[in-house]
Each structure stands twice: as structure tokens, then as C-alpha cells.
């Protein structure tokens, strides 16, 4: 029994070496897993998509189409392997389904007029010695008139000395392609220099309207060889759906009779030059704008390049947005203007709250500062400044106060509420220490001014009132400028 067995063993021990030994005198050589490939593919370490932007415009094409890839085998093996590419547009479609785009295949003229280099993989490297590059000829540039279109680039083996390599070239399915984006920004040649939309506040108040349309607009150029450029502007109220919809507002239209009131001065790039030598420029001569009703507006408009060649070409919208409201601070301003007045000439009219007092108004003379004596929620005051100013700007500093309504008045009967100053912006008046202050869109002849301001009961400072240092932690100090 046990002899038998033994030779059953021996024989299927010499069946296996048999069958080892055909495959070993195989011409192809298999690795374990059974494939005899090595595929080459664009190199995932790095970009497989490119984006390049040129400008086709009516005096040329600016900028250039270079995607470049770089491009690996599996194996570094004894083999040369000369690969190249090729645009295939049929794959456009399923990218931009998988990536929710909109991109468009190249014109087929355009296509033609590709141009993308051969690369080789010497032996004893699995990198190409060269990246590829594909391009495209500036006249054919010129016929891309779309937004934005894909190139997609496939590899192909072109040849293959194998040398001592066991191992056939092959392309990778899921890694052989390779995209170039163009974006053809034509629109953005000519940009404006800041921001494109601009804002206007136009206040209506008991003292008169201030503010009126007035907007102003530079421009560069991404290149400018010599021509002469002029920027012209058209308003055109059926872009405001679009533009509401997209910054989710709901501006109103300005009627057409205070459009046709507007002033449009055309700006203009000089011969040779990047940047605007005249900015372009709306304003509103006849103030036709102070008679809109209160509410938001938006002016859309339409901007378009005529070159010196009188080609012309649109350049992206600008738009004026309108805020018309019943204020009288103007919380668009970024600077401040005016001078302080000098509060020798003062006197307190009336105090009351928190322990402020018409007695110690004399502590905002000597010391700066106008003390309260008790932690309360709110305090009041008016002030005379001892005859009439137009003032420009006011400020009511103070770190226990939250908040201060003010009123102005010419007579001490009739006033005019200026605001909360919760709901609006102050400047930097750039002296030092720094003082927040809040301008006014127009003069308003005062003598007597009327404050009620909102404290913060949990600021730290009323802990120390009792103290002489601690008194100006808990303090009033109102400015005013004209």
C-alpha cells in the first residue's frame, strides 16, 4: 500500500515538471498574474488637465494654446517606446456629462491644425525623455469664437523596439487621455480696473435730497500693440431679471425718462497704451435721479470696445446699484472731511440718566470726557454750541455706549433726526487716538444738538466709577464737525 502511494506521488511530480517546462520554452514570457503588458499612460502625479486662456479679438489673437503632459510606462524595461497623441472631440460630450460643463469640440479646421509632439521612453526609464505638448497656430486661434472648448488628447503607440523586454506597449484605457481647456476671454481684454459694480446712496431728508448718480469707471488692457480704443456704454433695464436672479435681489428698474437724463462720457485707452487715459463716466447734470422714490435700484450696462480699425467687440456689463433712503449719514463714504469744533463755546442744555449732569458739563472742557455717576441703561443729554454751524459730522464716542439716536436742530424747536448710529457706518477721522465719526451727505445748520444713547450695563468700566482714574471709563464724549 504504502509503495503504491509512492509512486503515484513520483509520477504526478513528473506530470508538473513537465508542464513547467513547456511553459518556460513559451516564446512570450508571463508574469504571475498572466498579462504581458506594459502600458504606458499620462502621468497622474501630475496634471492630466490643462487650462490656457487666449483673447481673440478684433486686432488679433493674444495668448497662447500649450498644454503639456508628462508621460510614464508601467515598466522600466530594455525597450524603446516612441509614443504620440491625438485629439479625439467624440469624447467631448461624456466629459462635460461627467463634469457638468459646457464645453465645445474644437471646429474641425481647427482641429486639423493641432500640433503635438512625438515622446520616447528609452530603456532603463519608465519616464518619457520629453513632456508633450500640444499647441495650436495662432491663425487658427482665430477661428475660436466660443467661450471655452476641450481638447481631448489621446495617446497611441506609435512604435516599439522591445529589445530584451518581455513586455508589449500598451495604452492605458482609464489613464491615456489627457484634456487642454481653452478659454477664449475675449470679454475680459479690455477689464475694469476695480470693481464693476457701483454703488450710489441718494438720501431723502427734512433738511433737503443729497447724493445723485455719479459713476466712474477705469480700464486696462491685456495688451496693446497701437491701437486706440474707446469704451462706450448703452443702459439696458432687460438685464435686470438675470441680475437680480444671480445675486438673488429684487432691484427695481429707473425709469426710462430719468435714464435718458444721464450723462455718458465714453472713456478711452490711448494708441499703445494698457490703461485708460479718460474713464468712462455717467453722471446726472439735471439731479433727475434725487426724484426716484424710495426703494433699491440697478442700471444695468452694456459696455462695448471700438477699436481704431472700427471693429468692435463687448466687454462684460457694469451696473449702477441705488440705494434711495430717508438718512441723512452716509454710510458709503471712505474718508472724512471737516473740522472738529472747539467746545469752549458750549453749554448743556439739559442731562439726564446714568447720573449725568449739566453741573459737571464742565468735566467734557477740561478733562474730555463727560462723566456719568450711575450704571443705568440709557442717558440723554442736549447741548448748545453757541450759535449756528453746518455741520458735516458728528461722533458720540464713549466705551460703555452701545448706541445714540441724535436729532439737530437750527431753533431748539424744530429738529431733524439724523439716525441710530447702530445702523450705520463711521470713518476713521485719521487723527490719534483714533476717532470714528459719521459723515453726513450734506451740511445741516444746527445750534442745538439732542442725544439719547443706549449703555451697556455689563461693561466692565462701571466697576470703577468711584475711582478718579476710572471716571472716563464710563464717559460721554460728543464731537462735532463742519
Same mark, same amino acid.
Given at each position: 500500500?504504502?509503495?503504491?502511494?509512492?509512486?503515484?506521488?513520483?509520477?504526478?511530480?513528473?506530470?508538473?515538471?513537465?508542464?513547467?517546462?513547456?511553459?518556460?520554452?513559451?516564446?512570450?514570457?508571463?508574469?504571475?498574474?498572466?498579462?504581458?503588458?506594459?502600458?504606458?499612460?499620462?502621468? &497622474?502625479?501630475? @496634471?492630466?488637465?490643462?487650462?490656457?486662456?487666449?483673447?481673440?479679438?478684433?486686432?488679433?489673437?493674444?495668448?497662447?494654446?500649450?498644454?503639456?503632459?508628462?508621460?510614464?510606462?508601467?515598466?522600466?524595461?530594455?525597450?524603446?517606446?516612441?509614443?504620440?497623441?491625438?485629439?479625439?472631440?467624440? %469624447?467631448?460630450?461624456?466629459?462635460?456629462?461627467?463634469?457638468?460643463?459646457?464645453?465645445?469640440?474644437?471646429?474641425?479646421?481647427? *482641429?486639423?491644425? %493641432?500640433?503635438?509632439?512625438?515622446?520616447?521612453?528609452?530603456?532603463?526609464?519608465?519616464?518619457?525623455?520629453?513632456?508633450?505638448?500640444?499647441?495650436?497656430?495662432?491663425?487658427?486661434?482665430?477661428?475660436?469664437?466660443?467661450?471655452?472648448?476641450?481638447?481631448?488628447?489621446?495617446?497611441?503607440?506609435?512604435?516599439?523596439?522591445?529589445?530584451?523586454?518581455?513586455?508589449?506597449?500598451?495604452?492605458?484605457?482609464?489613464?491615456?487621455?489627457?484634456?487642454?481647456?481653452?478659454?477664449? @476671454? @475675449?470679454?475680459?481684454?479690455?477689464?475694469?480696473?476695480?470693481?464693476?459694480?457701483?454703488?450710489?446712496?441718494?438720501?431723502?431728508?427734512?433738511?433737503?435730497?443729497?447724493?445723485?448718480?455719479?459713476?466712474?469707471?477705469?480700464?486696462?488692457?491685456?495688451?496693446?500693440?497701437?491701437?486706440?480704443?474707446?469704451?462706450? *456704454?448703452?443702459?439696458?433695464?432687460?438685464?435686470?431679471? *438675470?441680475?437680480?436672479?444671480?445675486?438673488?435681489?429684487?432691484?427695481?428698474?429707473?425709469?426710462?425718462?430719468?435714464?435718458?437724463?444721464?450723462?455718458?462720457?465714453?472713456?478711452?485707452?490711448?494708441?499703445?497704451?494698457?490703461?485708460?487715459?479718460?474713464?468712462?463716466?455717467?453722471?446726472?447734470?439735471?439731479?433727475?435721479?434725487?426724484? %426716484?422714490?424710495?426703494?433699491?435700484?440697478?442700471?444695468?450696462?452694456? %459696455?462695448?470696445?471700438?477699436?481704431?480699425?472700427?471693429?468692435? @467687440?463687448?466687454?462684460?456689463?457694469?451696473?449702477?446699484?441705488?440705494?434711495?433712503?430717508?438718512?441723512?449719514?452716509?454710510?458709503?463714504?471712505?474718508?472724512?472731511?471737516?473740522?472738529?469744533?472747539?467746545?469752549?463755546?458750549?453749554? *448743556?442744555?439739559?442731562?439726564?440718566?446714568?447720573?449725568?449732569?449739566?453741573?459737571?458739563?464742565?468735566?467734557?472742557?477740561?478733562?474730555?470726557?463727560?462723566?456719568?455717576?450711575?450704571?443705568?441703561?440709557?442717558?440723554?443729554?442736549?447741548?448748545?454750541?453757541?450759535?449756528?454751524?453746518?455741520?458735516?459730522?458728528?461722533?458720540?464716542?464713549?466705551?460703555?455706549?452701545?448706541?445714540?439716536?441724535?436729532?439737530?436742530?437750527?431753533?431748539?424747536?424744530?429738529?431733524?433726526?439724523?439716525?441710530?448710529?447702530?445702523?450705520?457706518?463711521?470713518?476713521?477721522?485719521?487723527?490719534?487716538?483714533?476717532?470714528?465719526?459719521?459723515?453726513?451727505?450734506?451740511?445741516?445748520? &444746527?445750534?442745538?444738538?439732542?442725544?439719547?444713547?443706549?449703555?451697556?450695563?455689563?461693561?466692565?468700566?462701571?466697576?470703577?466709577?468711584?475711582?478718579?482714574?476710572?471716571?472716563?471709563?464710563?464717559?460721554?464724549?460728543?464731537?462735532?464737525?463742519?
Amino acid at each position: 500500500m504504502k509503495l503504491k502511494n509512492i509512486l503515484l506521488l513520483s509520477g504526478a511530480l513528473s506530470l508538473g515538471t513537465v508542464a513547467l517546462t513547456s511553459c518556460g520554452n513559451d516564446k512570450e514570457t508571463f508574469d504571475v498574474f498572466g498579462s504581458n503588458k506594459n502600458l504606458v499612460f499620462f502621468d &497622474t502625479n501630475t @496634471a492630466t488637465e490643462k487650462t490656457t486662456t487666449i483673447y481673440n479679438t478684433p486686432i488679433g489673437v493674444y495668448g497662447t494654446v500649450d498644454g503639456t503632459f508628462s508621460v510614464k510606462a508601467q515598466y522600466g524595461t530594455d525597450a524603446t517606446i516612441v509614443l504620440g497623441g491625438e485629439a479625439d472631440l467624440s %469624447l467631448v460630450e461624456g466629459y462635460n456629462t461627467k463634469h457638468n460643463t459646457t464645453l465645445k469640440a474644437l471646429p474641425q479646421q481647427a *482641429a486639423n491644425a %493641432l500640433q503635438i509632439n512625438n515622446v520616447a521612453i528609452r530603456p532603463g526609464s519608465n519616464l518619457a525623455d520629453t513632456t508633450m505638448t500640444v499647441t495650436l497656430p495662432e491663425e487658427a486661434c482665430a477661428l475660436l469664437t466660443e467661450e471655452s472648448y476641450l481638447v481631448p488628447v489621446r495617446l497611441k503607440v506609435l512604435s516599439e523596439n522591445r529589445g530584451t523586454s518581455p513586455y508589449e506597449a500598451a495604452v492605458n484605457e482609464d489613464y491615456g487621455t489627457a484634456y487642454v481647456i481653452i478659454k477664449n @476671454a @475675449a470679454k475680459d481684454f479690455i477689464t475694469i480696473s476695480d470693481s464693476n459694480v457701483k454703488n450710489v446712496s441718494i438720501a431723502k431728508t427734512p433738511a433737503g435730497v443729497f447724493g445723485q448718480i455719479n459713476a466712474k469707471w477705469d480700464f486696462s488692457m491685456y495688451d496693446n500693440k497701437d491701437a486706440e480704443v474707446t469704451v462706450k *456704454a448703452e443702459f439696458d433695464n432687460g438685464l435686470i431679471t *438675470a441680475y437680480n436672479t444671480e445675486n438673488k435681489k429684487a432691484y427695481n428698474a429707473v425709469p426710462e425718462n430719468i435714464l435718458k437724463q444721464l450723462q455718458v462720457t465714453p472713456g478711452k485707452i490711448s494708441k499703445g497704451q494698457k490703461t485708460s487715459s479718460t474713464p468712462l463716466t455717467i453722471s446726472d447734470p439735471n439731479n433727475a435721479s434725487q426724484d %426716484l422714490p424710495l426703494g433699491e435700484y440697478v442700471i444695468p450696462i452694456r %459696455l462695448t470696445a471700438t477699436y481704431s480699425n472700427s471693429q468692435t @467687440a463687448p466687454l462684460s456689463n457694469a451696473y449702477i446699484v441705488i440705494n434711495v433712503n430717508e438718512t441723512l449719514i452716509n454710510d458709503n463714504a471712505t474718508s472724512f472731511s471737516g473740522s472738529e469744533l472747539d467746545n469752549s463755546g458750549w453749554s *448743556a442744555v439739559s442731562a439726564s440718566g446714568a447720573g449725568l449732569s449739566v453741573d459737571n458739563f464742565s468735566s467734557l472742557k477740561d478733562n474730555g470726557y463727560w462723566p456719568f455717576k450711575q450704571k443705568e441703561d440709557n442717558t440723554s443729554f442736549e447741548i448748545d454750541l453757541g450759535g449756528t454751524h453746518n455741520l458735516t459730522g458728528f461722533a458720540i464716542n464713549g466705551q460703555a455706549i452701545s448706541s445714540s439716536v441724535v436729532e439737530f436742530s437750527a431753533d431748539g424747536s424744530t429738529w431733524v433726526t439724523i439716525g441710530n448710529t447702530s445702523e450705520h457706518k463711521s470713518v476713521n477721522t485719521g487723527g490719534w487716538p483714533a476717532v470714528y465719526a459719521y459723515v453726513l451727505y450734506g451740511a445741516v445748520p &444746527t445750534r442745538y444738538v439732542r442725544v439719547k444713547c443706549k449703555l451697556n450695563t455689563n461693561f466692565w468700566g462701571w466697576s470703577y466709577l468711584n475711582y478718579s482714574w476710572g471716571a472716563s471709563y464710563c464717559s460721554v464724549t460728543p464731537r462735532f464737525y463742519e
